[in-house]
Structures are given as structure tokens and as C-alpha cells.
């Protein structure tokens, strides 16, 4: 069962703030503050960009959850708080190595 935009934005939304910029007319991004993809050895920024902000959204998602099997999403990377997840298919999962 596919998820639904406002299904997506919530999920995403419990790893942080999230982060608009643009402009009807013109291209948006979306991202979620703090959030980079990581390999265990390089991180990554990552954020979604569209024509509509439904777009950026749409891109972002697919970004976060079809990772490569050695990577994840990690939230805080360079604080003592940083927490590594994946998505499970229904909810952000803590990796585990």
C-alpha cells in the first residue's frame, strides 16, 4: 500500500524540522533539517527538488527510503545525539550493523 503525501510529510517529519524553499514559478526543495544519507563512511546531504513543492516531497521520500542496502539515513551526524534509521516499509526502523 503506497503512502499518501500527507503520510510521507508526517513520517519524515518525526527525524526533524522541515526545510521549504521556493516559489510557485519557480523550482522547490525539500529536505529535513539535519538529515544526511550515510555509508559508514561518508555522509551525504540530500534533499528533494521539483517544479512543486509536491514534487520536492515525492523526490526526497524516494531518496530516504530506496536506500542501498549498506546505507541509512542518519539525524545529527556530528552531535551525541545521532541516531541512524532505515525505513521499514511502515516506519523508520534504528539501524542495526
Request: aromatic fraction near 12%.
Amino acid at each position: 500500500m503506497a503512502l499518501s503525501r500527507k503520510q510521507k510529510r508526517l513520517a519524515m517529519s518525526t527525524l526533524g524540522k522541515e526545510e521549504i524553499t521556493g516559489q510557485p514559478g519557480g523550482t522547490f526543495t525539500y529536505s529535513i533539517y539535519g538529515v544526511e544519507v550515510g555509508d559508514g563512511r561518508v555522509l551525504s546531504g540530500s534533499y528533494g527538488r521539483g517544479v512543486t513543492l509536491n514534487a520536492a516531497i515525492d523526490q526526497y521520500w524516494d531518496e530516504l527510503t530506496t536506500l542501498q542496502r549498506t546505507e541509512r539515513v542518519v539525524v545529527g551526524a556530528y552531535t551525541q545525539a545521532r541516531r541512524e534509521y532505515i525505513w521499514n516499509g511502515f516506519m523508520w526502523a534504528n539501524y542495526q550493523l
